[in-house]
């Protein structure tokens, strides 16, 4: 009887830790669906930067390079009240002129905005909650690796941030932050086309590559004393 129970209970225990992983699993994928990265992969910010209709893709790219260079030369309060100037004018003028051919042609069409002003723009109370726990699942998760970086719990991984850190620092004193962003949006538009033209060649020198930083950390990890090894189930 107390063998069968323990078998039991072992059982148990093992149906358990299958459980709790498959949460884990499920949990990890969840939050890989809702992180950043999920964006730039939904198909309409993937057509966007692939050109896939060229129009649509030159207006985003043109308008966003058009946002950081101005950011860039001028400070943000400038651009901001710059961009709801023209705003305001164009619909302003738009409002004018619909009132005067409206009068010339004894219309009774109305506020030429009505539909727009009568359209709801007020965020539901279960959107805001959805995107409030999806951020907080986001500075948790942040939170916790900084834990684990800055508190050396690994000190394979604290010396990588470490170098990242001093790369940035180099890189920090050569471009500014609006300068950094105007280079990933013209590369985010650039680089895709090219990889899907060039995508064997590409993906064969990324492969050695990767394959020669693995060899590297591999074998830092084995001269640096102390080192946490992470196992192969890991």
């Given at each position: 009887?107390?063998?069968?129970?323990?078998?039991?209970?072992?059982?148990?225990?093992?149906?358990?830790?299958?459980?709790?992983?498959?949460?884990?699993?499920?949990?990890?994928?969840?939050?890989?669906?809702?992180?950043?990265?999920?964006?730039?992969?939904?198909?309409?910010?993937?057509?966007?930067?692939?050109?896939?209709?060229?129009?649509?893709?030159?207006?985003?790219?043109?308008?966003?390079?058009?946002?950081?260079?101005?950011?860039?030369?001028?400070s943000v309060i400038s651009v901001v009240s710059y961009?709801?100037?023209?705003?305001?004018?164009?619909?302003?003028?738009?409002?004018?002129?619909?009132?005067?051919?409206?009068?010339?042609?004894?219309?009774?069409?109305?506020?030429?905005?009505?539909?727009?002003?009568?359209?709801?723009?007020?965020?539901?109370?279960?959107?805001?909650?959805?995107?409030?726990?999806?951020?907080?699942?986001?500075?948790?998760?942040?939170?916790?690796?900084?834990?684990?970086?800055?508190?050396?719990?690994?000190?394979?991984?604290?010396?990588?941030?470490?170098?990242?850190?001093?790369?940035?620092?180099?890189?920090?004193?050569?471009?500014?932050?609006?300068?950094?962003?105007?280079?990933?949006?013209?590369?985010?538009?650039?680089?895709?086309?090219?990889?899907?033209?060039?995508?064997?060649?590409?993906?064969?020198?990324?492969?050695?590559?990767?394959?020669?930083?693995?060899?590297?950390?591999?074998?830092?990890?084995?001269?640096?004393?102390?080192?946490?090894?992470?196992?192969?189930?890991?």
């Amino acid at each position: 009887m107390d063998t069968q129970s323990s078998q039991i209970s072992s059982s148990q225990g093992f149906t358990d830790g299958q459980n709790s992983a498959a949460k884990e699993s499920k949990l990890s994928d969840s939050f890989l669906s809702s992180s950043p990265v999920s964006l730039i992969q939904s198909p309409q910010v993937n057509d966007l930067i692939h050109w896939r209709d060229p129009k649509k893709s030159g207006v985003v790219f043109g308008l966003s390079l058009l946002l950081l260079l101005s950011l860039a030369a001028f400070s943000v309060i400038s651009v901001v009240s710059y961009m709801l100037l023209a705003l305001l004018c164009v619909t302003i003028t738009f409002r004018i002129y619909k009132s005067v051919v409206q009068a010339v042609q004894k219309s009774t069409e109305g506020h030429p905005f009505r539909e727009l002003i009568e359209k709801d723009v007020t965020i539901p109370p279960e959107t805001f909650r959805k995107h409030v726990d999806t951020s907080l699942t986001h500075i948790n998760r942040a939170l916790k690796q900084m834990s684990r970086l800055f508190l050396v719990e690994d000190l394979v991984d604290s010396l990588k941030l470490a170098v990242v850190m001093w790369m940035l620092t180099y890189v920090g004193a050569v471009f500014n932050g609006i300068t950094i962003l105007i280079l990933a949006d013209i590369l985010l538009f650039a680089v895709p086309p090219v990889y899907e033209k060039n995508k064997t060649q590409i993906d064969h020198y990324i492969d050695l590559v990767r394959t020669q930083v693995n060899n590297t950390i591999a074998k830092l990890q084995e001269k640096l004393p102390g080192a946490m090894k992470r196992s192969k189930t890991e």
